[in-house]
């Protein structure tokens, strides 16, 4: 595991979210009331950027493309795939996977997410 810096503890306000890339991984850091956490940038559903996704009640992230919603805390799915109307018929070969989460720390004022860095030969 390895720390990867993302920013200054203060250049990144409540609700507001970064979008990083970090060993080899897309990864988005939201500011969220009670602190920092880390998500895979990509949706799980068609693997949408959600570097531009909605941050909902200091809670989940949507998907722009087909709403999907996640809980930022966890990556669970909170509501799968559900816009435009007729996208429920993809969901039957795509099923409901939560996002992968990452650790998120504030270290002297810098926050931190911690990557597993590849494996190296
Ligand atoms: S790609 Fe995100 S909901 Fe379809």
């Known amino acids: 595991m390895a720390l990867h810096t993302v ?6 306000a409540v609700g507001e979210k970064k979008a990083i890339k970090a060993a080899g991984e897309h ?4 500011h969220l009331e ?3 956490y880390a998500t895979q940038a990509r949706c799980t559903h068609l693997f949408k950027s959600m570097t531009n996704g909605k941050i909902i009640d200091d809670r989940l992230v949507q998907c722009p493309l087909h709403r999907a919603q996640f809980n930022i805390r966890t990556g669970e ?4 795939a559900n816009f435009p109307p007729g996208v429920q018929l993809l969901n039957v070969v795509r099923a ?3 996002l992968k989460t990452y650790a998120v720390s504030v270290v002297e004022g810098e926050v931190k ?3 597993l860095e590849p494996a190296t030969a």
């Open 27 to 30: 990864i988005i850091v939201f």
């Open 77 to 80: 799915v909170e509501r799968w």
């Open 96 to 98: 409901e996977k939560a």
């Open 7 to 12: 920013c200054g503890e203060g250049e990144l």
């Open 113 to 115: 997410v911690e990557v």
């Open 34 to 36: 009670d602190g920092f």
